[in-house]
């Protein structure tokens, strides 16, 4: 059973660009959570998906953020005009419907803007 | 408001100490998880181990134990005889066991440890 995958494991944009961000859940997890980890902290709660319903985006940055996850394929997490800010790496998890406390943490993807 | 503190930014040792690492949560509710969690130079996260909040009982994995007290409200996690390859970022997080959040993580600022030969 392949664990949670996420791609690109590095990514690397000019300010003002978009940034997509994969997440592709364990199998069976309808549950995915994202988290940022900017440089130097701990993780932070964005975003918390079941299959096409946003549960709870309080952690989000009201702009140029947005999160999906479709009845088929990955979860996407979508930054819009990105700034040197928003460098950071970008932690996916997900979980069994029956366990949430369950979380499996993806490898992350390393996002550097220029 | 959920909050978890972890109050050494940085710890140093030198091969075979012992080194202990705080938690210390904040939370409302009487249900909750609490996890700790490595992450090495590489950068991805190794989950440790996970503990309910109705389960004091205290763990020991090999090298590694944890102990639990909710009168204070503290996780700590001990290294026994540490190696270099315990070099690494260590995370304490709190997780939600009801309503609309639950399984959200909330993180502590982690615990820098270097173990040196």
Known sequence: ?114 | AQKVTQAQTEISVVEKEDVTLDCVYETRDTTYYLFWYKQPPSGELVFLIRRNSFDEQNEISGRYSWNFQKSTSSFNFTITASQVVDSAVYFCALGNAGGTSYGKLTFGQGTILTVHP
């Open chain 1, 1 to 114: 059973n392949a664990g949670v995958m996420q791609n690109p494991r590095h990514l690397v944009r000019r300010r003002g660009q978009e940034a997509r961000l994969r997440c592709s859940p364990m199998k069976g997890h309808s549950h995915v959570y994202w988290y940022r980890q900017l440089p130097e902290e701990g993780l932070k709660f964005m975003v918390y998906l079941q299959k096409e319903n946003i549960i709870d985006e309080s952690g989000m940055p009201k702009e140029r953020f947005s999160a999906e996850f479709p009845k088929e394929g990955p979860s996407i997490l979508r930054i819009q005009q990105v700034v040197r800010g928003d460098s950071a790496a970008y932690f996916c998890a997900s979980s069994p419907p029956a366990t949430l406390s369950e979380q499996y943490f993806g490898p992350g993807t390393r996002l550097t803007v220029t």
